[in-house]
């Protein structure tokens, strides 16, 4: 793909201001009855460009705290929110500072890179698009790029081995769902602009060896590539780094430059470990295309979602903490959040929520005075990152499960919400004539909740075994024909955390 004469990055395509189709490209494949897709005339019409003309919602807050998404932020220069809430590591240039000030007359075409190595992001890959986000409610055009080319390579950044080569079939899965995932969120941003998904894939899949060596690699200088951090401990470690991901950060690179130059997106943005590979593309854009002093290609970086331990919060004891809903249920999903410590739900609610900044300080006033109540906070956290992932509808399906499996609980259970829960909770089936007349200890034992009849009946003088939610107080308590769920199943708790669902066949 021959690099065509530069456009400048004041330039905006027509295509961010109108409807923007996306026909499937070759390498996907995808019948015409693909889920989610709307087919017209035999093309499949995956995402388009929307613009979003939702009003700022009140949000009331467990503190009992009404506020609203400022009508100041428009107005606010971006990189100073950014900052200010934690979310801003490093600056290509300061310049973008004083460039991303109006965006009513100017303003930025930002974009953030995603991989489809997985067929959902997880919580971790949240802060690229909370990022884009603030950019998008701003006033700034974004772009969330899919990387179905780069993904075949595998970035090797943060990375201590190669990455396992994925098949094209499951490439194509991934995509679909990372871009439905990213396609879902963007679209609840408080923005009048519109934004774009694109793929990589696209404008790599005709780019031949030869012309890419001319193109870009002559430009490259192999001693700025070795120096790069990521490139640096993987030819340090034994494992060394193969030739395919030495190129990753040209691969990359090229991406940068392809959209400043075709699209006039002028603005990378990713994760602290993604500085060398975008300091790779403004380099590019540098060298080939020579733009005029601060109207070439700018980079940020955020920091990595970390907790105070020093490790990554995207991923938990039983794997990532998605953010598809079909991979992690909403209520899942409210409950890591609902348990993050203390020690971290203020820097958290300042990084992973648009809440007003005073909002966020107040509450930490409030954790700190004597009158406090436990989890206020962490319920905030929780209810304000699962409307942005899941919307508002997620977020009442997960509001509901969390009361009505609470421990305790007076709501009445029924099983439609026991089955919404089922997919993250340990489950087993039973025959009816085994289960009633069976004690609540046996049961507890048979159904794998609790290791022995003595471990339940220690839980139970200490009041954490629970039968549908109500306490289990008699040893001699035994299931009635009532106990069981509308005839379906019984919920087994042993304290808040661990349950168990009895399915009863």
């Known amino acids: 793909m021959a690099a065509s004469a530069a456009v400048s990055p004041r330039t905006l395509l027509s295509s961010f201001h109108q409807r923007f189709i996306f026909t499937v490209p070759a390498f996907l494949n995808l019948p015409a009855s693909s889920a989610r897709c709307n087919c017209r005339g035999g093309k499949v019409r995956l995402f388009s460009a929307i613009r979003c003309v939702q009003s700022a919602e009140e949000i009331s807050t467990a503190t009992g705290i009404t506020t609203s998404v400022s009508e100041e932020i428009g ?98 899965r991934n995509t679909l769902g990372i871009a439905n995932t990213v396609t879902r969120i963007l679209n609840s941003s408080n923005s009048t602009t519109s934004f774009v998904v694109m793929n990589n894939y696209d404008w790599w899949k005709e780019f031949k ?116 809903p079909a991979m992690l249920s909403p209520y899942k999903f409210y409950q890591h959040l609902f348990s993050v410590p203390d020690s971290d739900v203020i820097k958290f609610l300042k990084m ?72 993250d909770v340990p489950s087993c089936s039973m025959a009816y004539n085994e289960v009633v007349d069976l004690s609540v200890v046996d049961l507890s034992v048979s159904s794998g909740l609790l290791e022995s009849k003595s471990a339940a009946r220690r839980l139970m003088k200490q009041g954490g075994l629970y039968l549908n939610n109500s306490r289990v107080d008699e040893e001699s308590k035994r299931i009635e024909n009532e106990d069981i769920v509308d005839g379906k199943l019984l919920l087994l708790s042993a304290g808040k955390k661990n349950k168990v669902i009895v399915r009863i066949s």
């Open 75 to 172: 107005r606010r220069n971006v990189i100073d929110i950014l900052e200010e809430r934690g979310l801003l590591e490093s600056l290509t240039s300061d310049n973008l500072r004083s460039v991303s000030s109006n965006s009513e007359s100017s303003p930025l075409r930002v974009y953030c890179g995603f991989d489809p190595t997985a067929e959902s992001l997880h919580l971790g890959n949240l802060l690229g698009i909370l990022v884009l986000s603030w950019f998008h409610r701003c006033g700034h055009r974004v772009v969330a790029l899919i990387g179905g080319a780069t993904a075949r390579i595998g970035d090797p950044s943060g990375k201590s081995l190669e990455r396992p080569e994925l098949d094209v079939e499951t490439l194509e």
């Open 209 to 324: 060896l030869l012309d890419f060596l001319k193109q870009v690699g002559r430009y490259a200088r192999v001693g700025t590539m070795v120096a790069k951090e990521s490139v640096k401990k993987r030819l340090e470690s034994e494992q060394g780094m193969s030739y395919t991901e030495f190129t990753y950060q040209l691969l990359q690179g090229y991406d940068f430059l392809y959209l400043f130059q075709n699209h006039g997106v002028n603005v990378q943005i990713g994760g602290s470990d993604q500085w060398g590979n975008i300091t790779a593309g403004t380099d590019l854009i540098r060298r080939i295309l020579q733009p005029k002093e601060g109207e070439g290609g700018f980079g940020l970086t955020f920091p990595l979602l970390l907790k105070s331990d020093g490790t990554k919060f995207g991923k938990s004891e039983d794997g990532a903490i998605w953010l598809s």
């Open 352 to 423: 992973l929520t648009f809440l007003d900044m005073k909002v966020v300080d107040e509450m930490e006033l409030q954790m700190q005075s004597p009158g406090y109540l436990p989890n206020t906070a962490q319920k905030l956290l929780a209810e304000e990152v699962t409307r942005f992932v899941h919307g508002e509808e997620g977020l009442r399906e997960a509001i509901k499960a969390t009361e009505a499996l609470r421990p305790g609980a007076e709501t009445k259970l029924d099983w439609k919400t026991i089955e919404g829960i089922a997919e």
